[in-house]
């Protein structure tokens, strides 16, 4: 298991080395002078070989990215072009929102996501099944785009029941900021719910149908406990899968979300930085999104292997 | 009063939307006693799953399938029970074994738990006494070591040690009644003859019912006190076990008891097959349902549905001739010899071992190796059958993998015809694809189902720029007893019977001069078998082909070798012609696989003329 996880952690340098060089080169391909973004258009020549010179943009790309890989590895990401902040700084201020986001949206999918696929599977083939397919059908097809301003005008404008947007940190107001996470949260969730629904009505199915399902009803187990523990364990296999395989849509459902609602969190601040080639903060940001994600992968392996007796680490 | 009796025990299933439900069991009466045991034999469709499941109420819920009838469990009625008092039967006075004990675990739960379960679902008791249970139903399991498999799962067991933890699974709450749907059928020979009779023993020993399902009345005699022959849903013949054995009187036990091969027969005899297959459920002839296959049908058969006829001392059948003691006449044929011992040498191993790298560790680093061949030296004669006997694991396949090029031998070489297999020229390659052919035991697998027959007979054809057009094809077809129509269809479309003859055609495809049969019969039921096995040999008869015939079946060999050889632990232990190794088997592991094959029925001796 130890030897498993630092064989697993040890792959994922060379992964990260190489989004890392992909991340830095796309960013310097982006068009448009940065220094125009700092400056502002009327800013003379001098002024802006100054800032270049500041910067180290006229430094080789290379010796660039080694500058900041280097800083990295010591936990310096630099500073804001922009603000001059640092960027780490910045990220942990904006961290706050979208990790609550993230875990909101994920208490909801085990909440609604998977006992909504246990149940249309156990009634499969009647009406409360079709209805709950048809709502799912629904969920995926609509784009987050429409869905939050949809929300917005029934929740937040019309029955007034919920804030429409903005944001409220939970140490200021704990309900508001609450509130204020219901829309958002509904709106990144709706997705990865549809998805976890239909893969857990699936796969639970199947399971359902597989010889030792049988093999425990004829030994006289009680319908609950079979399909509880002898299904649905199996059932959620696939499902830890196709849950960790949704992590990068998740990523691009918030950073839409987050600017509907003006959710100060990591997506608006990739938005934002990316119209203001603000690329210390882009790269740093999508750093932190790229090694999560690798660690929710690598999470998702683990309970596999937690879950799954034949597969040997 | 019997432990167990069943009257007139009809079932149907609803078809599609429109259609007419169809009756896939029909007046099944059967009867057993506590400590008794009774084989329900009989080709698969035949309705002996459905019926079993029937006695547990495991058939589909109606309206999907309707169960009429009575069934007497220790004098209760079962039938029309709901769910809850079925949770109750099943597992406590009836429980049921299944055909493949991989499948028939639960892959994430251990052995202990599920036995546990099982036992707590009928007595509550805490976990101690529960694990207790489990460690006494693994012992009469004959587990070895059963307090240690409590912890384990089932990939973490042997095919065999896994059948054991199923059945231990079936007993633990100490049923009265147990049925084994074709317990054996996934499992090695040796491993068969121990399953066979620990369950025999359990049965004594615990005074409990056992109904034996099978396809192959090989394994009835010795294990049966009473036999009941199905056919097309309905039961045909139906005694003591030596008596249906000894004196079949419906023709359809005597054609089963003709198609299968007997250790004790005589040598390469050619199988009495059944022709044609089973009724279609919906296409039950009106009379009697075996009168199309039937070799002694008169014409009344095809109008009067038999009933069956009691003939003294419990034994009954149904067949209108029965009072005439109908007698199919088995066709007392030789297979041609084919060239003598000595004939030319076509494929030869020379001292070849093979072993296969583990790999272990934090950088799955090669740990070791298995070494599935070792020093093995074998050559097959043009024209001759060389059977490779022995245990799963003993190396057959993987000896056989290297003359395939599938794999390079460590060590040794592999001729063919004078080529070295390891490193043939470009015009040898093509000479080894053409040549060497190989069916594999799972027609299912190993045709494409996208493909239509056609172009899974000319795909090879092509490659290899031979003609591929349609006369040629149907005649590769005729070759191996399917028509012209064959050639639009999916693989999907036929039975495993069929899809095996397909696989054979693809393999004549390109004219080859050895095939290799890896398990190539070992799935298919016994009139089928003696179908394809026939088929076989006339092939050999018209192209002198060669075989390497990779089975566990010692029956088998014996219908079909000229040259035996016998493998284990990657070794050949003893080589040569089959009359030789039958008659004065020399190594210890010969003489007791020999004694472990099923015992074959006594009777009726079929003529050798
Ligand atoms: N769930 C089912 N739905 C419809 N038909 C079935 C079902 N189960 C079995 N059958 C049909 O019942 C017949 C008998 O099957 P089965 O009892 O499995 O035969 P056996 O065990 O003798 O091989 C077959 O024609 C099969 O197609
Ligand atoms: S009734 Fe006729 S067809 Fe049926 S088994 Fe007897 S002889 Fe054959
Ligand atoms: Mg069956």
């Not at chain 1, 996880?5 to 080395?17: C, D, F, G, M």
């Not at chain 2, 074994?97 to 639960?106: G, H």
């Not at chain 2, 139903?137 to 059948?163: C, F, I, K, T, V």
């Not at chain 2, 044929?333 to 030319?344: C, D, L, N, T």
Request: glycine share 8%; with cysteine; net charge neutral.
């Amino acid at each position: 298991m130890t030897a498993y996880l630092i064989r697993r952690l040890a792959q994922l340098v060379p992964v990260l080395i190489v989004v890392s060089m992909v991340l830095f080169a796309l960013l310097r391909l982006l068009p448009g002078d940065p220094t125009t973004e700092i400056l502002g258009q009327e800013a003379s020549e001098a002024d802006r070989a100054a800032l270049r010179a500041d910067l180290g943009l006229d430094d080789p790309v290379w010796l660039q990215y080694l500058n900041w890989t280097g800083g990295a590895l010591t936990g310096d990401l630099g500073r804001s072009w922009l603000t001059n902040e640092p960027v780490g700084a910045v990220i942990l201020d904006r961290l706050p929102a979208t990790v609550e986001l993230g875990l909101i949206a994920i208490v909801l999918t085990v909440l609604i996501g998977l006992p909504a696929g246990i149940i249309a599977a156990v009634r499969s083939r009647t009406k409360t099944d079709a209805v709950m397919t048809t709502a799912s059908v629904f969920a995926l097809s609509t784009p987050h785009f429409y869905l939050a301003a949809l929300l917005i005008l029934v929740f937040g404008l019309w029955l007034r029941i919920l804030p429409p947007s903005g944001y409220v940190p939970f140490t200021e107001d704990p309900l508001q900021n609450l509130l204020h996470m219901v829309l958002p949260a509904i709106t990144i969730g709706s997705t990865i719910i549809a998805v976890i629904m239909r893969q857990t009505r699936g796969s639970l199915l199947a399971a359902l149908g597989e010889d030792y399902v049988r093999t425990a009803r004829a030994s006289g187990l009680a319908q609950r406990r079979i399909v509880t523990v002898y299904a649905l364990r199996n059932a959620v296999v696939p499902v830890v899968t196709v849950a960790a395989l949704q992590i990068g849509a998740l990523m691009s459902a918030t950073v839409v979300t987050e600017a509907v609602f003006t959710v100060p969190g990591m997506g608006t601040l990739i938005v934002n930085a990316i119209f203001s080639r603000d690329l210390p903060i882009v790269q740093g940001a999508v750093l932190v999104v790229v090694v999560f994600v690798l660690l929710v992968n690598l999470l998702a392996d683990l309970v596999y292997a937690r879950l799954d007796p034949r597969i040997t680490y | 009063m019997s432990l167990l009796r069943v009257t007139d025990l009809a079932v149907s299933f609803a078809g599609r939307p429109g259609q007419d439900p169809v009756r896939v069991v029909d007046g099944v009466d059967l009867h057993l006693d506590a400590g008794e045991t009774l084989a329900v034999v009989g080709e698969s469709g035949s309705g002996k799953t459905v019926t079993a499941l029937s006695l547990l109420g495991l058939n589909p819920a109606s309206p999907t399938c309707t169960t009429t009838g009575s069934v007497l469990v220790d004098g209760t009625e079962v039938v029309g029970l709901d769910e809850r008092q079925w949770q109750r039967v099943r597992g406590s006075t009836v429980a049921m074994v299944f055909q493949d004990p991989s499948a028939a675990l639960n892959p994430l739960l251990t052995i202990g738990t599920q036995i546990a379960d099982a036992v707590r679902a009928h007595e509550p008791m805490s976990r101690e006494q529960a694990r207790r249970r489990a460690v006494e139903a693994l012992d009469l399991a004959r587990m070895p070591n059963p307090q240690g498999r409590l912890g384990q799962y089932a990939h973490e067991l042997s095919g065999g040690m896994r059948q054991r933890a199923a059945i231990a699974l079936a007993i633990a709450a100490r049923p009265r009644l147990l049925i084994a749907d074709e317990p054996t059928t996934a499992l090695d020979v040796a491993v068969q003859a121990e399953i066979m009779g620990m369950l025999g023993s359990l049965c004594t020993d615990l005074d409990m019912g056992l109904i034996l399902i099978t396809h192959d009345l090989g394994v009835v005699a010795g294990h049966a006190d009473r036999v009941a022959v199905m056919y097309a849903g309905r039961l045909v013949e139906t005694g003591a076990a030596a008596t249906v054995l000894g004196d079949p009187r419906m023709p359809y036990t005597q054609s089963l008891l003709a198609a299968t091969p007997r250790v004790d027969g005589p040598a390469r005899q050619r199988l009495t097959a059944i022709g044609g297959r089973p009724p279609n459920p919906r296409e039950r002839p009106e009379g009697c349902p075996f009168q199309p296959r039937c070799p002694v049908a008169v014409e009344r058969c095809s109008t009067t549905r038999p009933v069956r006829v009691d003939l003294g001392l419990g034994h009954s059948a149904a067949c209108l001739l029965v009072e005439q003691r109908p007698s199919i006449e088995p066709p007392a044929v030789a297979i041609h010899s084919g060239p003598a011992a000595g004939a030319e040498v076509l494929a030869q191993f020379d001292d070849v071992s093979l072993s296969y790298p583990m790999r272990g560790g934090l950088l799955r680093r090669v740990t070791g190796h298995v070494h599935a061949v070792r020093g093995v030296s074998l050559s097959v004669a043009r024209g001759r059958t060389v059977a490779l006997v022995g245990e799963s694991g003993s190396g057959k396949t993987s000896l056989t993998k290297m003359l395939l090029r599938l794999e390079k031998p460590d060590q040794g070489t592999v001729l063919y015809d004078g080529i070295d297999v390891t490193r043939p020229d470009r015009d040898q390659l093509r000479t080894l694809q053409r040549d060497v052919q190989v069916v594999f035991q799972n027609p299912y697998a190993s045709l494409d189902p996208r493909m239509r027959v056609r172009e899974l007979l000319a795909e090879p054809m092509k490659v290899h720029g031979l003609d591929t057009d349609e006369a040629e094809l149907v005649r590769l077809l005729r070759e191996v007893g399917l028509d012209a129509g064959a050639l639009t269809r999916y693989p999907t479309a036929f039975s495993g019977g069929q899809r095996q003859r397909i696989a054979i055609a693809r393999a004549l495809a390109l004219r080859p001069k050895l095939i290799v049969c890896d398990e190539a019969v070992s799935a298919l039921d016994v009139s089928v078998q003696a179908q394809v096995l026939n088929l076989l040999a006339d092939l050999q008869q018209q192209h002198g082909l060669a075989y390497l015939f990779i089975t566990h079946d010692l029956a088998v060999v014996r219908s079909v070798a000229h040259d035996i050889a016998v493998m284990r632990d990657g070794q050949v232990v003893e080589a040569g012609p089959a009359e030789e190794i039958y008659q004065d088997p020399k190594h210890d592991y010969t003489r007791s696989l020999l004694a472990m094959a099923p015992g074959h029925p006594t009777a009726p001796q079929r003529s050798t003329a």
